[in-house]
């Protein structure tokens, strides 16, 4: 399956953005998904994940309450909520499908090529 990462930009703390990813390829409702980000001078780390039905999330503490993430199958995309962002929350942000919904990033065998989100304070 090939992913394709959109919806990032340029906005201000505070603000609201959605972030999609569009799957390629058969059988997309047999992965899970996951959003990841990486900011500049740092190590990957995992944002949140939901399985192939949609009916399991999971996210990590740090974006608890302000991320959400969905998915519609019918359109092979998969959405990433953000709300009310911080200036920490600048990364590139990546989607990624993984056999079984996790949080570890190695687990995850494809990977979409990544969307800025910058925030200004």
């Known amino acids: 399956v090939q992913l394709q990462a959109s919806g990032g930009g340029l906005v201000q703390a505070g603000d609201s953005l959605r972030l999609f990813c569009v799957a390629s390829?058969?059988?997309?409702?047999?992965?899970?998904l996951g959003w990841f980000r990486q900011a500049p001078g740092k190590e990957r780390e995992f944002v949140a994940t939901i399985s192939w039905s949609g009916s399991s999330t999971y996210y990590a503490d740090s974006v608890k309450g302000r991320f959400t993430i969905s998915r519609d199958n019918a359109k092979n995309t998969v959405y990433l909520q953000i709300n009310n962002l911080k200036p920490e929350d600048t990364a590139v942000y990546y989607c990624a499908a993984t056999t079984l919904m996790n949080q570890y990033e190695s687990s995850y065998d494809y990977w979409g090529q990544g969307t800025q989100v910058t925030v200004s304070s």
């Open positions: 390829g058969r059988a997309f409702n047999r992965y899970a």
